[in-house]
């Protein structure tokens, strides 16, 4: 079954301390892949996606992820850490089925310590 | 730029009222959608809407109706509230596509149900 699986319910880094989040998926074939950001009391906003090519794709906000298909990763990193950083991150996955739905996973909770 | 747009933020029910959320997208998107977000669920879709007049269920839309009667409209009701209903309701609106397409959220309206 498709799944996407964040392991890091919260994280904790310090402000311009590097971060890393990470993402695992399960899926049949080569999937859509996105990260979503989410503040406080707001929608989700898109960082950044990858569909195929380079796996190192570029997002907004200085964001990065990389896809690793030989480990069925989707990490999302960012050098330093700034505190308006401070969120809740969402990776998913898009499924190849009627209405364009994705696989979210359950999120993970970023701190930045001053 | 509005985006999307939901009404209202906030909303109290008492167990077995019904009530209707709004959402409007300026956007011209084929595709909406209605989510919930549960702590340590992430985001489950409820229904979803690949066009005017048309809607279809998603992951879990037991409780809840929709209505897509104009392509900027889709609209979420319950008619019989219930307290597992408690959430977070997410809207979101996408142009056509089968999982590449990224969506573009509203700020979502939280619901509790007494």
């Known amino acids: 079954a498709q799944s996407v699986t964040q392991p890091d319910i919260h994280i904790t880094v310090s402000e311009g301390a590097s971060l890393e989040l990470r993402c695992n998926y399960s899926y049949g074939a080569t999937p859509y892949l996105f990260w979503y950001v989410q503040s406080p009391g707001q929608g989700l906003q898109l960082l950044l996606k990858?569909?195929?090519?380079?796996?190192l794709v570029q997002g907004i906000k200085g964001f990065e992820a990389e896809f690793k298909r030989s480990q069925s990763s989707f990490n999302l990193r960012k050098p330093s850490v700034h505190w308006s950083d401070a969120a809740e991150y969402f990776c998913?996955?898009?499924?190849?089925?009627?209405?364009?739905?994705?696989?979210f996973g359950t999120g993970t909770s970023l701190t930045v310590i001053p | 730029n509005a985006g999307v747009t939901q009404t209202p933020k906030f909303r109290v029910l008492k167990t077995g009222q019904s009530m209707t959320l709004l959402c409007a997208q300026d956007?011209?998107?084929?595709?909406m959608y209605w989510y919930r977000q549960d702590p340590g669920m992430g985001l489950r879709l409820i229904h979803y809407?690949?066009?005017?007049?048309?809607?279809a269920k998603g992951e879990v839309p037991d409780g809840y109706n929709v209505s897509r009667l104009k392509k900027q409209n889709f609209l979420l009701g319950l008619e019989s509230a219930a307290p597992s209903q408690t959430s977070v309701y997410f809207c979101?609106?996408?142009?056509?596509?089968?999982?590449?397409?990224?969506?573009?959220f509203g700020n979502g309206t939280r619901l509790t149900v007494t």
């Open positions: 979101a609106s996408s142009p056509p596509g089968t999982g590449g397409s990224p969506l573009h």
């Open positions: 956007m011209n998107h084929e595709y």
């Open positions: 990858y569909f195929s090519g380079d796996t």
């Open positions: 998913a996955v898009g499924a190849l089925l009627t209405g364009n739905q994705f696989y």
């Open positions: 809407s690949v066009g005017e007049g048309t809607t």
